[in-house]
């Protein structure tokens, strides 16, 4: 597979997740949600980025940054 393939198929699924991401939160999924995010993250950091072959410090700060995002989003409603 070409880079210009590989890139289209990251963009497919990106919108996919995209999509899919709207339907569960109008369902009212909020974890789903959340999770679809760390999903995309990962999508991007991996694909868009390619630090899949990258600096493993950099892979994980950005992989880890979403997680930071999520884990704190998540405790919202304790605080609320």
Excluded: C, H, N
Aim: charged letters at 10%; zero cysteines.
């Amino acid at each position: 597979m070409t880079d210009s393939q590989t890139l289209i198929l990251y963009w497919v699924v990106l919108v996919v997740l995209s999509v899919g991401t709207v339907l569960t939160g109008a369902s009212g999924l909020w974890w789903g949600v959340l999770l679809l995010a760390v999903v995309k993250g990962w999508v991007i950091v991996d694909g868009f980025m390619e630090l899949r072959r990258g600096p493993v410090l950099w892979r994980f700060l950005m992989l880890g940054w979403g997680v930071v995002v999520v884990a704190l989003l998540s405790t919202y409603p304790l605080f609320a």
